[in-house]
Structure formats: C-alpha cells, structure tokens
C-alpha cells in the first residue's frame, strides 16, 4: 500500500484478555518497527524486524510481549493477560533499511484501552 | 547510549509569531537527528533530518533546524506560525547504525493562538 497500515484503529479490551495488533509496512521495506507511545512516558522502542528476524527485543517490557513477521511483510505484536498499565498507542514503522540516515514511515497507530 | 531532552512540554504562541522549539541530545557517536510531527490521532510524520553535511536542515512547512554540536542541540524553528501547526513535536536522535531504532524525546506541543 502507500503507507504504513495498522489494524485495528482502536481496541478495547478487558483486563486479562490477550490482544494482537496488526501492521502492513510500506511494500519492499525490510524494517519494521513497533513503539509504544503513552502519558508519561512518551514513544518507547519495543522491538526492531529485519526481515523476518528480531535482532533487537530489548524494549519489550515484559514475556506478555511479543511480536512476530512473517514474509518479510506483516508484522503481529501480541500482548498476553492484558493490564491496565498496557494502555496506550502502539505505533507501528517501517523502513528502506536499519542504516543511519534510513527515514522510518510510521502508521496511525492502535489505540488499546485495558479497562 | 543516546538520549534526547526536550525542553518544555508545552508551547503557545500568536499566529505570525516565531516558533522555537527545544531540543537536546546526547549521543557518543555522531548524531543523526529527526522531528517528527503528531497531528491529532495521526502517527508521526518526519519533518526535517539532519544526517551529515550542513548544519541548518530545511524541512517541510516552513520548518527548519540547525545543529549546534557545540551546544549538542537541534533546535526547531518556523519564522511565522499557523493555525495549522498546532500539533506535538517530537525530537529523535538515531540510537544504532544496525537497527536504525530512534530514541525520542518527550515532545512538545505546540499552541497556536489567533
């Protein structure tokens, strides 16, 4: 597509429950990128894609967390046993490439609200 | 390790005025800097980067930053802000030449009064 797709928009769910957000990167995109974005502690990296591979987990905040790609195109980030401390916006990214200078193209983002 | 400070969580100006917005940074190899804007229940869309080369970086919506290592700062500024501009800011500094992750600020949001 022409941009980053992420799915859904918007996600409500209760406490306890497992959710998995979606994203399409831009076509031809090795990159992937998934950050959390909340009050108070701003756009947190959780984890990098190149390809289908995961080099880089580190900003995942706990085992609830997790994500895979398949195809080299869509990625999942799956949260297990949901908590309230998990709402926030997920922002999903992708890039030409993982260099220096390589532009990362974000989505709109899900919104997931835990109540 | 880097890291990003910006400075002041909220801006307003007058329509017409000047905009500057503050960003630091901290990084132990040469920085390759980013802003980002945040329309309302939008994702980010990349407003100007600094990589290598000139130091004062034009970007799109009459937006431009220069870098100042000496002052390790990348400031963003527009000569006259629009109702348009009201959004949130966020500054970036690229953390790993092998995941090309960003490490952001806490961003800014910028006021625009009539």
């Known amino acids: 597509g022409a941009g980053v797709s992420q799915s859904p928009s918007n996600k409500v769910t209760e406490k306890g429950k497992d959710v998995e957000l979606r994203c399409d990167p831009i076509?031809?995109?090795?990159?992937l990128y998934w950050y959390r974005q909340s009050l108070g502690q701003g756009l947190e990296f959780l984890i990098y894609f190149q390809g289908n591979s995961a080099p880089d987990k580190s900003g995942l905040p706990s085992d609830r967390f997790s994500a895979e790609r398949t195809g080299g195109s869509v990625s999942t980030l799956t949260i297990q046993r949901t908590q309230q401390e998990d709402s926030a916006v997920y922002l999903c990214?992708?890039?030409?490439?993982?260099?220096?200078?390589?532009?990362?193209?974000f989505g709109q983002g899900t919104r997931l609200t835990v109540v | 390790a880097q890291s990003v400070t910006q400075l002041g969580s909220h801006v307003s100006v007058s329509e017409g005025a000047l905009v500057l917005l503050r960003c630091n940074y901290s990084?132990?190899?040469?920085?390759?800097l980013f802003w980002y804007v945040q329309y309302p229940n939008q994702g980010l869309q990349l407003l100007l980067k600094y990589t290598t080369g000139a130091t004062l970086v034009k970007g799109i919506n009459g937006f431009e930053a220069e870098f100042k290592k000496s002052e390790t700062s990348f400031h963003l500024t527009k000569p006259s802000a629009h109702m348009s501009d009201a959004a949130e800011y966020f500054c970036?500094?690229?953390?790993?030449?092998?995941?090309?992750?960003?490490?952001f600020g806490q961003g800014t949001t910028l006021q625009v009064k009539p």
């Open positions: 076509s031809g995109h090795t990159a």
């Open positions: 990214a992708s890039s030409p490439g993982g260099g220096w200078d390589t532009e990362a193209f």
């Open positions: 990084s132990s190899v040469p920085p390759y």
């Open positions: 970036a500094v690229k953390a790993s030449s092998n995941t090309g992750k960003l490490i």
